[in-house]
């Protein structure tokens, strides 16, 4: 082995010492400022760094930095490079030295790339920033670099070039992975139909995904929007009540859940299930950031008010139905009434009839004094006959009207059939009913009815007292009465010899 440098290339120094290579290159090194190389003339292959005013120190901080350090001819031949690159090749920077990538890195494809941008860069003369892969030789990874690269002169003259390149794998699988999350977030909440977003509370922006802006008709560019634009997009008739329940959120447990309309740039109503929640704070435990979700529940909003005006419909059937049922019910009642009322009159006069004189004793009160009284109008047979039944059926309306005037109310006046009436009077002794019925007797006399000034009604009376209750007898001597009655001469009033 043998040492063709007569002294550094750096330092002058002469005193050089051989420090060990390969059959085909060996190295030198300066003791005194750490200048390296292999050993060959400078003049025909220069191979040791040109501008550097290397001492060990330096050497020891390329050799030991964490970043690619290297130095490269046009040819793309290492002239210097340190243990990190190294390393990725499975070599040693004093072996590397004279070779180029191609003696290390099986993929072809990034051998040609980094010659031709070498190449590329030394042309242009300005550094540049590359981002490149390589392949650890070891794993056959892929490692992946952004690369400063500095075009340099050498001594002579010639183009080098000097690369840094750090390497970014760990950064970039971690945005890779970071990527993937979002992507997976994203779709879950495309997915899950979603409208999502993200306020900055500080700084005043809302951040939404694409489906919030769709959902309310928006531009799916424009994801980014300050809080208070967005106040317009609630229906004036919710807004009050949505902020409320956000500042009672953000006042409190920091969440929120809201039903509310939104409106569509379109001015369509869209309904919104709209959730919230802070998660974050500051120091001084003030909300900082909150996020959540709304979703479109107007179709659910929509069959709930349908279901609404239904119940309402069916309320207010049943409301009119009630209504209807209840005029109806008192209708039939008072028609019952009416009927009950018809049933006990006598359909010609007016007067009770036979049904009421049964029901009108069964409710006469045991102590009360009552006298019967049968009525007979004379003759009318022959009034009839002369002039015509009208007139007849005008007679028996009008003596019964009389009578009902002339008693009291709590009296009984019944049609007995024809031209037979009864009256009960209660609460008088036989002279005091003697003396009504006169007067009765008396009235009927003076009805001025007929068409013939020398004919008038009269009509002949039987009267009896009502005792024991028994009023079939009473009935019966007040009839034998006004049978004495018809038989003394008629228009009189006969008293049953019996009381
Ligand atoms: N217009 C009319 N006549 C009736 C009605 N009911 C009975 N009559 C008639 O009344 C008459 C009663 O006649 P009678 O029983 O002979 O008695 P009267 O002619 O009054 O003779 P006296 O009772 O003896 O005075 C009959 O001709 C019946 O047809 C009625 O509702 N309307």
């Known amino acids: 082995m043998q040492n063709d440098l007569q002294s550094c290339p750096y330092c002058g120094n002469s005193g050089l010492h051989v420090q060990g290579g390969n059959d085909h290159v060996h190295f030198i090194c300066c003791p005194s400022c750490g200048g390296r190389g292999p050993n060959m003339p400078i003049s025909t292959e220069p191979s040791m760094l040109p501008h550097l005013q290397s001492d060990s120190l330096m050497h020891t901080v390329i050799n030991e930095a964490p970043d690619i350090i290297l130095l490269k001819d046009w040819n793309g031949r290492f002239l210097l490079c340190n243990s990190a690159l190294a390393r990725l090749y499975g070599s040693t920077p004093e072996q590397m030295v004279g070779k180029s990538d191609a003696d290390f890195n099986p993929d072809q494809d990034q051998v040609r790339f980094y010659q031709e941008n070498i190449q590329a860069v030394m042309r242009s003369g300005v550094v540049q920033i590359i981002e490149e892969t390589s392949t650890d030789v070891a794993t056959g990874e892929p490692r992946y670099f952004q690369s400063i690269k500095k075009p340099l002169k050498r001594p002579d003259g010639s183009d080098c070039i000097l690369v840094i390149a750090h390497d970014v794998t760990e950064l970039k699988h971690a945005y890779a992975l970071l990527e993937q999350k979002e992507k997976r977030y994203d779709y879950a909440m495309e997915a899950a139909g979603e409208g999502i977003w993200d306020w900055d509370i500080l700084n005043d922006r809302v951040l939404h995904n694409y489906k919030w802006c769709e959902l309310l ?11 208070s634009a967005l106040g317009v997009l609630i229906h004036p008739q919710d807004r009050n009540g949505m902020m409320a329940t956000v500042q009672q959120a953000l006042d409190g447990d920091g969440t929120y859940a809201h039903e509310h309309r939104m409106l569509r740039t379109s001015g369509e109503v869209v309904w919104v299930y709209d959730r919230g929640r802070v998660v974050e704070y500051d120091e001084a435990v003030q909300p900082r950031r909150m996020v959540g979700s709304i979703s479109d529940i107007t179709a659910r909003k929509m069959a709930e008010r349908r279901l609404e005006e239904a119940s309402q419909q069916v309320t207010q059937a049943n409301e ?6 209840a005029e109806r019910t008192a209708e039939l009642a008072k028609a019952n009434r009416e009927l009950q009322i018809l049933a006990r009159r006598d359909a010609l006069t007016g007067v009770g009839n036979r049904l009421q004189l049964e029901e009108w004793l069964f409710g006469l009160s045991r102590d009360r004094s009552a006298v019967v009284i049968m009525l007979d109008i004379d003759h009318f047979k022959r009034i009839n006959d002369r002039y015509g039944h009208k007139m007849g059926d005008r007679v028996l309306k009008t003596v019964a009207q009389c009578l009902t005037e002339h008693v009291r109310r709590d009296d009984l006046v019944a ?15 036989m002279n005091q009913a003697l003396a009504v019925v006169e007067k009765l007797r008396a009235h009927i006399e003076t009805l001025d009815m007929l068409p013939e000034a020398d004919q008038h009604i009269t009509a002949s009376f039987g009267v009896a007292t009502l005792s024991d209750n028994d009023f079939d007898h009473a009935m019966a001597r007040a009839d034998e009465a006004l049978y004495e009655a018809k038989h003394r001469g008629r228009n009189r009033v006969v008293a049953s010899p019996l009381g």
């Open 320 to 325: 009119q139905l009630e209504k209807l049922v």
């Open 217 to 227: 008709g928006l531009d799916d560019a424009l994801t980014e929007h300050p809080m």
């Open 415 to 429: 049609r007995m059939g024809g031209e037979e009436f009864l009256l009960v009077l209660t609460g008088v002794d």
